[in-house]
């Protein structure tokens, strides 16, 4: 038995931010750097009143629309969101109601972001084959726009919004082979928002404005990150995962077909292909068109590999996922 990605769409916002944007508004960037180190050029930013669920439903709207599953094939549905519509209840819930879906198909999400497929992944092979499901719509979808502050540079250059929406199915043969998924609380405030949750709720004082060392400007309720201390983890650490993945698996680095990793930054991709000697042919990439879009990042680069012919059914692909966490994820499948 094989668990298999039977389809994948997905869905950007309409509208489109590019770097002359961004650099109207502040003319004091270096957007020329900037966009060098982190390779994005463009990204599409979600409405104020457009949620990840919104994003979601139009992704999973083209699923249907392309005729390969019906509503009524599906047997569960798992979102994977860090800006739920609501508090409670999960996004997946709201899902349910919208497609009007039986009772019998059962909804959960859960909280990752940018290992969140291959976390995702992982999640539904053990729900396929221990047979609670046939047909699993695992769903991706993020707005970090809305936890990013306009004049802090070093997010607002990197991230997009956007949803991935993938039917994942058994088969009798092909599939994922192997799976690895770490990680790491130690460094969790290398990428975090500080308020916002229970611990520190929203307030006067965490809307005041700061300015971190680098001219960034931001409040308690926006993302903070230490670009340079994730970059560190995930060089060291997913290298080394992948490297564990390929031998225990008896496989070298040349024997995989393409390398999908996460749209984290061309910094830190660039890194991964020098540290693992992988040839660049092999590596996709459409960071430049779209941006860091979060756990969606993976299923739309997927997407865009198989549109562009770079990916072919057969091909023997390793994804990677890592991020906010620490979290850290890499698996080998015959597409």
Known sequence: MGVIIK???YYLPEKLVTNLDLAKDNPEW??????EKSGVKKRHIAEPN??????????VDKIFRSGVISKDEIDAVIFCTQSHDYVMPANSFLIHKHFNFKQNVWTFDYNLACSGYIFGLAITRGILETGLAKNVLL?????????INPKDRSTSILFGDGAAASVISVEDVGGIVDVILSSSGEKFDSFYIPAGGMKTPKSNDTKEIIVDNSGNV???ENIHMNGF?????ISKNVSEQINTLLERNYLGVNDIDLYVFHQASKLT????VKSLKIDKDKVFLNLENVGNTVSAS?????KDAELSGKLKKGDLVLLSGFGVGLSWGSIIMRY
């Open 229 to 233: 201390a994730v970059w560190q983890f």
């Open 50 to 59: 457009e949620t990840a669920l919104d994003l979601a439903i139009k992704a």
């Open 269 to 272: 991709l660039d890194s991964l």
């Open 218 to 220: 931001k409040t308690l």
């Open 7 to 9: 389809h994948i769409e």
């Open 298 to 302: 993976v299923p739309i680069a997927l």
């Open 30 to 35: 270096n957007i020329e750097k900037i966009e």
């Open 139 to 147: 769903i991706n979808s993020e707005t970090y726009s809305k936890y």
